[in-house]
Nanobody, 121 residues
Framework: QVQLVESGGGLVQAGGSLRLSCAAS????????MGWFRQPTGKERDFVAA????????YYADFVKGRFTISRDNAKNTVYLQMNSLTPEDTAIYYC??????????????WGQGTQVTVSS
């Protein structure tokens, strides 16, 4: 059973940074593509970034390119999302997920509980 637990969310001022962590159950990072998604209040869930298991290739949504970085530590079974230059528009619940195809949202089968990120202006 795949388990994902996010942490690291919180309140930050615009222009600030946060690093989200996603602790995964054993073998998850070597088996699945890992993705970060976000859902602002009252809006749909959007893809943010993903990293594939085989070679660590990464993918990003256009609205975070150059600001966010996804990475993984296989030894710690943890995926990270480093978020810099945050704006109020980045306010959302951020979810970690595991799936079979990095860029296909529908392929993500396992989801964490989410962590709230709030960016004040």
């Amino acid at each position: 059973q795949v388990q994902l637990v996010e942490s690291g969310g919180g309140l930050v001022q615009a222009g600030g940074s946060l690093r989200l962590s996603c602790a995964a159950s054993r073998r998850t990072l070597s088996t699945y593509a890992m993705g970060w998604f976000r859902q602002p209040t009252g809006k749909e869930r959007d893809f943010v970034a993903a990293i594939i298991s085989r070679d660590g290739r990464t993918y990003y949504a256009d609205f975070v390119k150059g600001r966010f970085t996804i990475s993984r530590d296989n030894a710690k079974n943890t995926v990270y999302l480093q978020m810099n230059s945050l704006t109020p528009e980045d306010t959302a619940i951020y979810y970690c997920a595991a799936g079979t195809i990095a860029t296909m949202t529908s392929s993500y089968q396992y989801w964490g509980q989410g962590t709230q990120v709030t960016v004040s202006s």
